[in-house]
């Protein structure tokens, strides 16, 4: 029984959608679908870089999230509205996943099995 809940979409770039309740009037967070880009200098599939927009409904201006991700340095760069959050290369693994906050909501940015994903 969902009295009173609504259904928030939240997208990684591999398309995949979760929708966890929320309370009506409850703040919270609306990850927007992820755009990707292919960016790297010499072979552009070499580096990605995909970008999240994170909204509140009691905010007007969006969050920005920017995940570069370098296949052959394997470094990654997190961004939060242009302010790095992270920079650190990852040798002998397929994954990587990091934290951050926004207001009270914990955010994780996470690489798995070639999938992207923002989720709080």
Known sequence: DNNGDIRINRTSASGAIF??????????PIVSEASTEKIGKLLKSS???VEWKIFFQ??????????????????????????KLVEERKLMSSEWSHSFEI?????NCTIRNGR????Y
Do not use: C, H, W
């Open 19 to 28: 929708t966890p309740l929320a309370s009506v009037g409850q703040r919270v």
């Open 47 to 49: 580096k990605i870089r």
């Open 58 to 83: 009691d905010e007007f201006d969006a969050y920005k999230v920017v995940l570069e991700d370098s296949i052959m340095s394997r470094k990654k760069v997190l961004l939060l509205n242009n302010q």
């Open 103 to 107: 207001g009270l909501f914990k955010f």
């Open 116 to 119: 992207y994903e923002l989720a």
